[in-house]
């Protein structure tokens, strides 16, 4: 009897591997070295919480050209964050007349409107008159004359507004009625934060300094002092 030989040609030995192969990845699994760690950490959002006690005048009538109204009180950062803190005047007037003519306005078209700021000044700043004399607070100033108040958390000022009508107020004034108010805002030290609610950039806060001391004589330590207010100030700004 004779044998039977097969011979396999090329294409199927190809064809023989590949389902050899096909064999092996479907019927068996490969183990790899691994390893996982998950890490968790708690933290909690920072507050932020300014108040202020700034007592307006009861008294809105017979104010004179030239005299000044003083508005004491404080400002407080109870929060977990550093604030920065910008009074706003916004007084209002109601005029009986409509120019410096004395051009009467009719009772019943009389209403309160905001005051011009020529008309009345508001200047913001500690009770005391020292920038420097309150740990935690710093003060700065811009370009346009405003004032901030920059405190660290859990700081209290004695702050004050010197409201100031201009001696140059015309005759359209005389037996106007003042309504004195201000608008206290207040933010995060944060670039985005500052310009968003104040319109300016950090950049654009200088330091405020103590011009003469009560003999009238430069203090030597203002400079130092501004310039620990603007290294605070980018620090923060950097965080």
């Known amino acids: 009897m004779k044998k039977l030989t097969f011979h396999l040609t090329n294409k199927m030995k190809i064809f023989f591997g590949v389902v050899a192969l096909l064999a ?3 019927g068996g699994s490969y183990a790899w070295f691994t390893d996982s760690k998950e890490t968790t950490k708690n933290f909690t959002i920072g507050t932020l919480k300014v108040t202020n006690t700034i007592q307006t005048p009861a008294d809105s009538t017979d104010y004179e050209p030239g005299e000044e109204v003083e508005m004491k009180g404080a400002v407080s950062n109870a929060g977990r964050i550093p604030s920065i803190t910008r009074i706003d005047n916004v007084t209002q007037v109601k005029a009986i007349y409509a120019d410096d003519n004395k051009t009467p306005i009719a009772a019943a078209d009389r209403r309160f409107v ?3 700021k020529s008309v009345l000044n508001y200047k913001f ?13 710093y003060w700065f100033g811009d370009s ?16 004050k507004i010197n409201a100031s009508f201009s001696n140059t107020m015309g005759n359209q004034y005389q037996g106007a009625n003042f309504k004195l108010g201000e608008k206290a805002d207040s933010t995060q030290v944060l670039e985005g934060s500052v310009k968003d609610t104040f319109g300016i950039s950090l950049n654009d806060l200088v330091p405020l300094e103590n011009s ?17 207010a603007l290294h605070h100030l980018k620090e923060l700004a950097e965080k």
């Open 24 to 26: 092996c990845v479907v």
């Open 125 to 137: 700043g500690p009770v005391s008159g020292d920038y420097f004399d309150n740990e935690g607070a």
């Open 144 to 159: 346009q004359g405003q004032v901030y108040l920059l405190m660290d958390p859990q700081t209290n000022v004695d702050v």
């Open 212 to 228: 003469t001391d009560t003999m009238g004589v430069q203090r030597s330590s203002h400079s130092a002092n501004a310039q620990k």
């Open 114 to 116: 905001e005051a011009p």
